[in-house]
């Protein structure tokens, strides 16, 4: 199996054939050992494929447990000699990639924001692949962290470097500014999409500019309305959209016909924000004041907090009760069980989105 999707490649690329060589006979031990999607065996990197260096490793650890611990965002770093070498029926990267980070359960299974990267030296391919809290525009997000952060790199076999450059430039466009509410019509990266399929880099271009031109189309009169500022916006808005649109929790673009003057407005939740929607008044405002523990989480049981909410738009305040995930041993060197079954993992789930390349 793994002999047949790698035969093409070395083919083409005379220069890896040796390394290619050396992965399959890696693989096919590995096959022995196991079918079926390898056990996550660590919280955050997991090198199969044994391409990290350890100076890299370290240094992607470090931006690993950062992200978790101040943005909250779990991600994962996997690397495999190749697809094959599992025997799961996978024949292309996306679907294993999917199918890995739901038995993983990557990220929190509340907000589904946990990431997976996934590294194939065997099939030359990386994928990106995002949880399902995730809205379509950062697809397109980390197929620009691929393009160029990791294949430049991996095309001249340095591979460690793109897997830790490449994850350092998806952390900044994770935890940077939100996509703007442009970036976010579907249409829009589907065509920029196709686009990029067709004919590369010059098709891209053409398609972000036609995006950025674009706007809604007056039903009545069939001109093309124009995009309000946000100041203009918020005449047409209500006070719990304002907050939203201040909060960046949700984004609210009002467009106007210069003919009969009538209003379309869009709204585009943010996934990443830390504002959730209010019990009482139903805006995303409500916000996290202050969390006491009850109880500390150990590594054999889970602990108990107290959160006091409070909505920035009703004021309306609750306390609930959560759940501290068991702590779990992250040191790659500790016995593998730790990482075995499903039931430890954060239980996010991913529906497929998120990003490829080959090299
Ligand atoms: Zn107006
Ligand atoms: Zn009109
Ligand atoms: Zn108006
Ligand atoms: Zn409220």
């Not at 590995?30 to 350890?54: E, H, M, S, W």
């Not at 990106?128 to 950062?138: M, Q």
């Not at 996934?271 to 009482?280: G, L, R, V, Y």
């Amino acid at each position: 199996m793994g002999l047949v999707l790698l035969a093409p490649e070395s083919a083409l690329g005379n220069t890896n054939v040796q390394s290619v060589l050396t992965s399959t006979t890696a693989g096919s031990l590995l096959a022995q050992a196991q079918t079926g999607y390898p056990q996550r065996q660590d919280a955050l990197i997991n090198d199969y494929g044994g391409v990290l260096l350890p100076a890299d490793a370290d240094r992607l650890r470090s931006l690993l447990e950062q992200t978790r611990t101040t943005a909250g965002i779990e991600v994962v770093v996997v690397t495999v000699p190749s697809i094959g070498v599992y025997e799961t029926g996978d024949a292309a990267i996306e679907s294993f990639a999917t199918s890995l980070f739901n038995s993983w359960g990557v990220g929190d299974v509340q907000r589904n924001d946990g990431v997976l990267v996934l590294f194939s030296e065997g099939d030359r391919a990386v994928r990106i692949e995002l949880g399902k809290g995730y809205s379509r525009a950062y697809d397109a997000r980390m197929q620009t962290v691929i393009d160029e952060y990791m294949l430049p790199r991996f095309r001249a076999s340095a591979y460690s470097t793109g897997l830790y450059e490449g994850t350092q430039a998806l952390v900044g466009q994770l935890t940077g500014p939100p996509p703007t509410a442009l970036e976010q019509l579907p249409w829009g990266w589907l065509i920029l999409g196709l686009g990029g399929l067709v004919s590369g880099g010059v098709a891209i271009a053409a398609s972000k500019l036609l995006l950025n031109l674009w706007r809604p189309r007056c039903e009545l009169c069939q001109v093309q309305m124009t995009n309000l500022s946000d100041t203009e916006a918020k005449e047409h808005l209500d006070t719990g959209q304002i907050l939203e649109l201040e909060l960046r929790s949700v984004f609210h673009t009002v467009s106007e016909c210069p003919q009969c003057h009538k209003h379309t407005a869009r709204h585009f939740a943010n996934p990443i924000t830390p504002f959730s929607a209010c019990p009482s008044c139903h805006y995303k405002t409500l916000e996290e004041v202050q969390r006491t523990t009850v109880r500390e989480p150990t590594y054999h049981s889970s602990g108990e907090a107290l959160v006091n909410r409070h909505c920035r738009h009703c004021d309306h305040g609750d306390q609930q009760t959560i759940t501290l995930s068991q702590l779990r041993h992250s040191d790659s060197s500790s016995s593998s069980s730790s990482f075995g079954s499903g039931s430890s993992s954060g239980g996010g789930s991913s529906s497929g989105g998120g990003a490829s390349g080959k090299w």
